[in-house]
Nanobody, 122 residues
């Protein structure tokens, strides 16, 4: 089971770090991804990281702004959000897929967390 946390209200230009912890599953065996769903829109890919953490993948909309990382010893994956803007407002989901290489394809991820809400507003 995946548990996403760390969401909340952040001002434009601010930072937030999301976490995704696993119970009953060893995350080091999985590629991890973050996806988000803005109000009234479809869920879209944000970032993904390989099992060992050496390879990352980002959507064009967050490249250079967000950073995905993982701490396999803590069984946790993170998404550091910097320079937040209102367009980043969404429900953020973490997801896991078997394999080694990161992927942006949502249908390849078989395990999902419940989502954590991020609101960027002044």
């Amino acid at each position: 089971q995946l548990q996403a946390s760390g969401g909340g209200l952040v001002q434009p230009g601010g930072s937030l770090r999301l976490s995704c912890a696993a119970s009953g599953r060893t995350l080091s065996n999985y590629v991890m991804g973050w996806f988000r769903q803005a109000p009234g829109k479809e869920r879209v890919f944000v970032a993904a990281i390989s099992t060992g953490g050496s390879m990352t993948l980002y959507s064009d909309s967050v490249k250079g702004q967000f950073t995905i990382s993982r701490d396999n010893a803590k069984n946790t994956v993170y998404l550091q959000m910097n320079s937040a803007n209102p367009e980043d407002t969404a429900l953020y989901y973490c997801a896991a897929r078997p394999g080694a290489l990161p992927s942006r394809h949502m249908n390849e991820y078989g395990y999902w967390g419940q989502g954590t809400l991020v609101t960027v507003s002044s």
